[in-house]
Antibody, heavy 121, light 109 residues
Framework: QVHLVQSGAEVKKPGSSVTVSCRAS????????ICWVRQAPGLGLEWMGG????????NYAQNFQGRVTITADESTGTFYLDLKSLRSEDTAVYYC??????????????WGQGTLVTVSS | EVVLTQSPATLSLSPGERATLSCRAS??????LGWYQQKPGQAPRLLIY???NRVSGIPARFSGSGSGTDFTLTISSLEPDDFAIYYC???????????FGGGTKVEFK
């Protein structure tokens, strides 16, 4: 059974940066990815990017290029999302997810509990 | 970039009725499509992967179909627990890039 445990809620000022962590335990990862998906209040799901640990590859959604960095500390099984130049529109719940273990669609079969990031002056 | 369009935005039904949710892709995604259920205050839950494969533990009343650009999630007979928002998701390219549809809310009629 995979468990993804995320860091706690954050309140940030516009223009600052935030780091959200996700510690993974249990299960296997083979060629699966750890991705970050966010959800603004009352809105839908938005994929931000992901990392495939076995290949060491990362990729990011076009909307976040240049503002987001996803890294992994394989020694602790912890993954990180760094988002800089925050603006009010970045207020959202951020989820880390495991994707790609089932089938070819890279669907997310395990989700972290979510981390609320609030950007406010 | 592949855009997923879900319809309808809201589906008003009663328990026991059949729900048919649509997801249309702006270009072919083969069968690289998943379906999720989300309830208020909870993370989404994967129901279907690769268009038609039900995740272990998901009730048989949930089924997915389609390929290419047109996909359907069917709930054969709605249970009270099924009233939620449903999202489709696809992946393209390598490394994989994921996109989600805008969601369909299944609400009590």
């Amino acid at each position: 059974q995979v468990h993804l445990v995320q860091s706690g809620a954050e309140v940030k000022k516009p223009g600052s940066s935030v780091t959200v962590s996700c510690r993974a335990s249990g299960g296997t990862f083979s060629t699966s990815a750890i991705c970050w998906v966010r959800q603004a209040p009352g809105l839908g799901l938005e994929w931000m990017g992901g990392i495939i640990p076995v290949f060491g590859t990362t990729n990011y959604a076009q909307n976040f290029q240049g503002r987001v960095t996803i890294t992994a500390d394989e020694s602790t099984g912890t993954f990180y999302l760094d988002l800089k130049s925050l603006r009010s529109e970045d207020t959202a719940v951020y989820y880390c997810v495991r994707a790609g273990e089932l089938g070819s669609a890279y669907s997310a079969d395990y989700w972290g509990q979510g981390t609320l990031v609030t950007v406010s002056s | 970039e592949v855009v997923l369009t879900q319809s309808p935005a809201t589906l008003s039904l009663s328990p026991g009725e059949r729900a048919t949710l649509s997801c249309r892709a702006s270009q072919s995604v083969s069968t690289f499509l998943g379906w999720y259920q989300q309830k208020p205050g909870q993370a989404p839950r994967l129901l279907i992967y690769d268009a038609s494969n039900r995740v272990s533990g998901i009730p048989a009343r949930f089924s997915g179909s389609g390929s290419g650009t047109d996909f359907t999630l069917t709930i054969s007979s709605l249970e009270p627990d099924d009233f939620a928002i449903y999202y489709c998701q696809q992946r393209t390219n390598w490394p994989p890039e994921l996109t989600f549809g805008g969601g369909t809310k299944v609400e009590f009629k």
